[in-house]
C-alpha cells in the first residue's frame, strides 16, 4: 500500500513508516556539489540513510547540456523512466529524497512523469543523525522496476510561452529563485549574462528554509508568496531559477503551503540567456 506523503516528511515519520512497511519505501540521496560533481556521492558512500540509493544530478536528474540547453536540461522521458527504474522506483513506492536543493528535482521530475507519492525529509540527513539514527556506508544494490511515466505537460512553461503566449507580472506571475544579487543583475557566477527576464519577481529558494534547514511553516511561506502577487489573480505562476533545479524548492514550497498548479521553467536563465533576442532586465 503507498503512503500518502506528498510534499514533506519528518524524521519520525519516515522511521516509522519504515518500521512499517520498508518494502514500499524507496530512500533516494539526492547530495550534490555544483563545483564538485563528484562530492555527493562520495558522502553517500561514506554514510546514508539505511537503504537509499543514489541519483546523481548531472547523470541522472538532467540530460547532458548543450549550446543553447540551459545547464541542467530536462531529460526525454524515455530516459527518465529508464533512470526510475534503475533506483527501483515504480508505482507502488513511496519515495523519500533528501538533501535540499537537489531532492527538490528529483520530487518535481517525479511529479513531472505523474508519480505522486514523493516527498522530501524535511531537514534531511542532518536531521536524521542529530536524531540518533544510524547511516550505513557503500552502495544500496536493488533489483530494477517497471517505472510507467505518465507526463503532466501542466507541469511545464517554456521560453516559447514566457516570452510570447503570457506576460510576467501581468498574467503571469513569474518567480525567479535565485539570490537578490542575481536576480538585480549585480553578479553571475555560473552564466554568461547577469540580469534577469523581464516582469519576473524574486523569492530566493533559501528564504523558505530555517537556518537549520528546515522547511518554513506553510503559513509563513503562504504569506511570503502572497507578498509577491497573490497567485489567483494571475491566469499561471512559474518559477525559474538558474538550470531548473533550485526553483523547483520554491515549487515544492508552494505546493507545500496549498498554493497549486505552479510550473517550472526547465531551462531557467541558463536556458533563456542563451537567446540574445530574448529580452533581459536588471536593477
Same mark, same amino acid.
Given at each position: 500500500m503507498v503512503m500518502g506523503f506528498t510534499t514533506f516528511i519528518q524524521v519520525e515519520e519516515l522511521k516509522e513508516a519504515l518500521r512499517k512497511n520498508a518494502s514500499n519505501i524507496r530512500i533516494v540521496d539526492c547530495r550534490f556539489d555544483l563545483d564538485r560533481p563528484d562530492a555527493g556521492e562520495a558522502l553517500y558512500l561514506d554514510g546514508h540513510i539505511p537503504g537509499a540509493v543514489y541519483a546523481h544530478l548531472d547523470r541522472d536528474l538532467a540530460a547532458p547540456p548543450g549550446e543553447k540547453t540551459g545547464r541542467h536540461p530536462l531529460p526525454?522521458?524515455?530516459?527518465?523512466?529508464?533512470?526510475?527504474s534503475r533506483l527501483g522506483i515504480d508505482a507502488s513506492k513511496q519515495v523519500i529524497a533528501y538533501d535540499l536543493p537537489f531532492a527538490a528535482r528529483l520530487w518535481w521530475l517525479l511529479r513531472y512523469l505523474g508519480h505522486e507519492h514523493v516527498a522530501v525529509l524535511d531537514g534531511g540527513i542532518t536531521a536524521w543523525i542529530k536524531a540518533g539514527n544510524p547511516v550505513q556506508r557503500g552502495r544500496k544494490l536493488i533489483p530494477p522496476t517497471a517505472f510507467q511515466p505518465h507526463v503532466q505537460p501542466n507541469r511545464v512553461i517554456s521560453a516559447d510561452e514566457i516570452q510570447h503566449s503570457y506576460q510576467p507580472g501581468k498574467d503571469l506571475l513569474l518567480i525567479d529563485s535565485r539570490s537578490p544579487e542575481r536576480y538585480r543583475g549585480e553578479m553571475e557566477p555560473r552564466d554568461p549574462v547577469a540580469a534577469r527576464i523581464p516582469g519576473a519577481v524574486n523569492r530566493f529558494w533559501q528564504d523558505n528554509l530555517t537556518a537549520e534547514g528546515f522547511m518554513l511553516p506553510s503559513a509563513d511561506i503562504c504569506q511570503a508568496f502572497d507578498a509577491l502577487g497573490d497567485p489567483s489573480s494571475y491566469s499561471q505562476t512559474a518559477a525559474y531559477c538558474g538550470s531548473g533545479v533550485t526553483a523547483a524548492v520554491n515549487v515544492l514550497a508552494m505546493e507545500y503551503a496549498g498554493i497549486p498548479q505552479v510550473r517550472l521553467y526547465p531551462? =531557467? #536563465? =541558463?536556458? #533563456?540567456?542563451?537567446? *540574445?533576442?530574448? *529580452?533581459?532586465?536588471?536593477?
Open positions: 526525454s522521458e524515455e530516459d527518465l523512466a529508464a533512470t526510475f531551462g =531557467s #536563465w =541558463s536556458h #533563456w540567456c542563451s537567446d *540574445p533576442s530574448r *529580452p533581459i532586465a536588471r536593477g
